[in-house]
């Protein structure tokens, strides 16, 4: 009985390993009229890892890297402009359902089961309200491969979003702008003065990570010039403050380099500086009422 489990486990993991790459016959532009291109992130400052890029699942909007540990992405990745979030009538999240993703293999994809009553939103990291110039492309940004548990009342509806908008915001600034966003998991001292990186897991088996944190770093730039503006902020997973001014949560490129084991930033193109985007702009939130209940 015990060599034949081993051969059924052996099989699948040679299954697995002779699956094609999930973004096979995918486009890497988000939408060639728009000028968009999220992939384009790599060439100019560099790809963050720590996958291979074969293994990207490659959307029309965004560029994502999933974590087959913790059933959520590493990082999702867009290119946005004030065309590209222009709502119009004909598009809306209305429209949209949260989906598993089938590019990811079945053993290591989140799925609807594990968020129902665990007490978490599902939330973007490429946010649905960032891509208004497609249906099909805003319903991509509901496949689970794009999301991470998130606390709701506090953060996913209040703080969060109106960080999302805040990005969203910069294309008024910017000709374009780029956002990278992800979780990270990070440790607390405990009593005893040690360092401890404790966190729920959700689902039944419980495979999906619930984060601690949440790191989102946007770039504007200008079609002239080689100057661009970046920030980069972790937000903590919980309750935040209306009050709680935005550049609480600003760190340096070098900082979350070093959370997320992530490049971020390391490889800028020859020539290109990148200034502090909250020296130019005024980096914080507008207020305003969420109430989309999302289970």
Known sequence: MKLAACLSILNTLLAISQAAPINEKRS????????????????????????????????????TAPNYYTRNPYWS????????????????????????????????????????????????????????????????????????PQVGVGFNRNY???TEEFGRNMTGSYDSVRILTGPLYLPTQGDDGNYYIDYKVIGNPP???????FFKVIIGEDSQGDSVDGAAFVLPNEYISESTPLTNWQTSFQNLTSMSGLEIL?????????NNLCDKVECRIITYSHTRYNP
């Open 28 to 63: 890497d532009v988000t939408d060639a009229s728009l000028g968009l291109n999220a992939a384009g992130w790599f060439t100019k400052y560099g790809y963050p890892g720590p996958i291979p890029q074969d293994n990207l699942l490659v959307r029309d909007a965004y560029v």
């Open 207 to 213: 495979n999906v990570h619930v984060p601690t944190h």
């Open 77 to 148: 990745v867009e290119h946005i402009n004030a065309d590209a979030i222009k709502v119009s009538g004909d598009i809306s999240r209305d429209k949209s359902t949260f989906r598993e993703d089938t590019d990811v293999p079945e053993y290591f994809r989140s799925k609807l089961a594990d968020y129902k009553r665990s007490g978490y939103d599902r939330g973007h990291q490429a946010p649905a309200g960032d891509v208004q110039f497609a249906q099909d492309a805003l319903d991509q940004t509901f496949y689970l491969s794009n999301m991470c």
């Open 160 to 162: 969060w979003a109106w």
């Open 266 to 274: 390391t490889n800028v193109t020859e020539g290109v500086t990148v």
